[in-house]
């Protein structure tokens, strides 16, 4: 009965007038993140580098791990009604996954001691978090489903991996060398870029909302 109280009053907590405002606004500038979007050298051409999960990350820092899945939820929404999807909604469910993934354990660290060095600590662990569940549901769940989609064996998939790097020869150096490298270099690069700007963005917060 303690737990069922406390987990309705956490509930209640979130669903404010206020937080439901933010989780809308950051849902919004993530789906607009989105568009940006840039390739990496050592990856086939549908894994390119964006910055949408940093609103993700900032609204899990600053209202909680349930807020950072909504965030990451509307964000997919907002992709998919502006502009469709190419992939069958495989992408998008990827995406959805990985700024869980990140973001995540990051709040949760951060929402028991709210330090700098417990947001450190934080990213660290949802960067490392990310890049594992990335390459579990890439080799188990995303692969297979995006070659389903497509109607292309797996091999079709690795080809593409072989052609930026020859050392990409299978599902697995596939996942080593591309999906892993890829899903480190943005949780990090997001993690940044947040700890760059999260004190400011949490006085505006604050402040006027």
């Given amino acids: 009965m303690e737990v069922a109280a406390r987990q309705v009053r956490q509930e209640k907590k979130l669903l404010t007038t206020k937080n439901m405002v933010l ?15 840039v390739p990496v050298p050592f990856a086939p ?23 950072g899945l909504i965030i990451a939820a509307l964000k997919i929404l907002i992709s ?11 992408g998008e469910f ?19 001691n709210k330090t ?8 660290a662990a ?19 489903a995006y070659a389903k989609a497509f109607h292309m064996p797996i091999e079709a998939l690795v080809g ?12 697995m150096t596939f996942v080593l060398l591309a999906v892993a490298p890829f899903n480190l270099l943005k949780g990090s690069l997001v993690s940044l870029v947040t700890a760059l700007i999260y004190k400011r963005v ?4 604050k402040g006027r909302l």
């Fill in 23 to 37: 989780m809308a606004m950051f849902g919004a500038l993530s789906g607009m993140l989105m568009y940006i979007q």
């Fill in 45 to 67: 051409s549908f894994y390119k580098l964006d910055f949408c999960d940093v609103p993700v990350l900032i609204g899990s820092f600053a209202m909680g791990p349930a807020a």
């Fill in 80 to 90: 998919l009604v502006l502009r469709g999807t190419q992939t069958a909604g495989v």
């Fill in 94 to 112: 990827s995406n959805w996954i990985q700024a869980c993934s990140l973001a995540i354990p990051a709040a949760l660290i951060y929402k028991h």
């Fill in 116 to 123: 700098k060095n417990s947001a450190i600590i934080g990213m």
């Fill in 126 to 144: 949802g960067v490392l978090t990310m890049v594992i569940v990335s390459c579990f549901t890439n080799t188990y769940i995303m692969l297979p």
């Fill in 160 to 171: 593409m991996g072989t052609a930026v790097n020859p050392s990409i020869n299978s599902l």
């Fill in 202 to 205: 949490s006085i505006i917060i």
